[in-house]
């Protein structure tokens, strides 16, 4: 089984709703991404835990927050979003982040809107 | 620093003919290469992976790329065309960090086919 899963798949938020994106995997795997996917353009990483762990975050603005409750769920939790943030956000797994052979997967994605 | 370069940003082809989608790396040492592929609307799958074994990779759906240090390539190809082949491809090249890696995508090659 080589599924991560994504939930909403659809998200309509104002600007000051407070709403959490959420990822799921169960392939035992210890590394955990979120990326970002404007329109037209390709995935962005925002994210990275290793072992529950945030061990790199790309300059994403505050008003993103990830968790990582456990190995197998990772949230995104989104606040005061702006219109520009409307975009496709894709989580992703790993076994681990150190080894260059891992492969990532990738979930279908999370469609946020911003109005 | 690791980078990939996608030659193209549209092609087209007609179905049953074959598939060339072009990508070079830099890379100071050996790289991690992949293809995923995009179908609209959806997330991403992994097509085929490069990690410094064999220079000929063969992927699903009977895609495979070839590894050519030499030219800096790491083309995409297919014998025939099929109407599902329709989707964005993204070669990725894998870049390590001080806290582990990360994927670096490539602008993406539209892939178009024909009846």
Known sequence: ??????TPKH???GMTN???LKCEQHMGHRAMYWYKQKAKKPPELMFVYSYEK???NESVPSRFSPECPNSSLLNLHLH?????????????SSQDVGSSGNTIYFGEGSWLTVV | ???????????SVSEGTPVLLRCNYSSSYSPSLFWYVQHPNKGLQLLLKYTSAATLVKGI???EAEFKKSETSFHLTKPSAHMSDAAEY?????????YGNKLVFGAGTILRVKS
């Open chain 1, 1 to 6: 089984d080589t599924e991560v899963t994504q």
């Open chain 1, 11 to 13: 998200l309509v938020m």
């Open chain 1, 18 to 20: 407070k709403k959490s």
């Open chain 1, 54 to 56: 945030l061990s790199i």
């Open chain 1, 80 to 92: 005061a979003l702006q219109p520009e943030d409307s975009a496709l956000y894709l989580c992703a």
């Open chain 2, 1 to 11: 620093a690791q980078s990939v370069t996608q030659l193209d940003s549209h092609v």
């Open chain 2, 61 to 63: 759906n009977g895609f």
């Open chain 2, 90 to 98: 993204f070669c990725v090249v894998r870049k390590s960090m001080e």
